[in-house]
Nanobody, 116 residues
């Protein structure tokens, strides 16, 4: 089993930056990829970014150039650095992990609210 805990959410103003963190515990050795998703009120959850074990990253077009996903293997932590935040970035942000058995694990989510 893998447990994921997000942190770093809160209220920010448009144009500001914020760092989200996702701490993984449990069977972290089995994780193959990790990613960030978000869900705004009344909308479906959407993919934001993914990072693989070898460090390869992929981003949603709307956040490319503004958001950066990174990992710290020593701390079993994945980060999402968000720059130039916009009101439309307001959502609950979720951390996701996939393991070698193709199981998926989700964090509880952290709220990010961007005021205009």
């Amino acid at each position: 089993q893998v447990q994921l805990v997000e942190s770093g959410g809160g209220l920010v103003q448009a144009g500001e930056s914020r760092r989200l963190s996702c701490a993984a515990s449990g069977s972290t050795f089995s994780i193959t990829t990790m990613g960030w998703y978000r869900q705004a009120p009344g909308k479906e959850r959407e993919w934001i970014a993914t990072i693989t074990n070898d460090g390869s990253t992929t981003y949603r077009t709307s956040v490319k150039g503004r958001f950066t996903i990174s990992r710290d293997n020593a701390k079993n932590t994945v980060h999402l650095d968000m720059n130039s935040l916009k009101p439309e970035d307001t959502a609950v942000y979720y951390c996701k992990a996939d393991n070698r058995a193709n199981w998926t694990f989700w964090g509880q989510g952290t709220q990010v609210t961007v005021s205009p």
